[in-house]
Nanobody, 123 residues
Framework: QVQLVESGGGLVQSGGSLRLSCAASGRTFSNYAMGWFRQAPGKEREFVAA????????YYADSVKGRFTISRDNAKNTVYLQMNSLKPEDTAVYYC????????????????WGQGTQVTVSS
């Protein structure tokens, strides 16, 4: 089992920044690829970003490319999502997820999920 706890969400104005954190406990964190997903009201959950177990490769949804950065610190068992130039359409509950082995872009490929953290971007 892997337990994931997100933090760092909040209310920010359009153009602002937030940094989300996801602290992991349980199994060996460095064995897991990590992903960030988000779900806006009335919409399907969507992929935001992913990072390989070693942190050597990252992947982004087109909608956040160039604005968001995913990173991880395996010594701290934590993955981050730095979000810059936020837009109202980024408003959603953000979830981190863990997948043993290689990265994935689909939510159904992830094994463990956090409880989510709300991000609200005002115009």
């Amino acid at each position: 089992q892997v337990q994931l706890v997100e933090s760092g969400g909040g209310l920010v104005q359009s153009g602002g920044s937030l940094r989300l954190s996801c602290a992991a406990s349980g199994r060996t964190f460095s064995n897991y690829a990590m992903g960030w997903f988000r779900q806006a009201p009335g919409k399907e959950r969507e992929f935001v970003a992913a990072i390989t177990w070693g942190g050597g490769s990252t992947y982004y949804a087109d909608s956040v490319k160039g604005r968001f950065t995913i990173s991880r610190d395996n010594a701290k068992n934590t993955v981050y999502l730095q979000m810059n130039s936020l837009k109202p359409e980024d408003t959603a509950v953000y979830y981190c997820a863990a997948r043993w082995g290689d990265y994935a872009l689909k939510d159904y490929d992830y094994d463990y999920w956090g409880q989510g953290t709300q991000v609200t971007v005002s115009s």
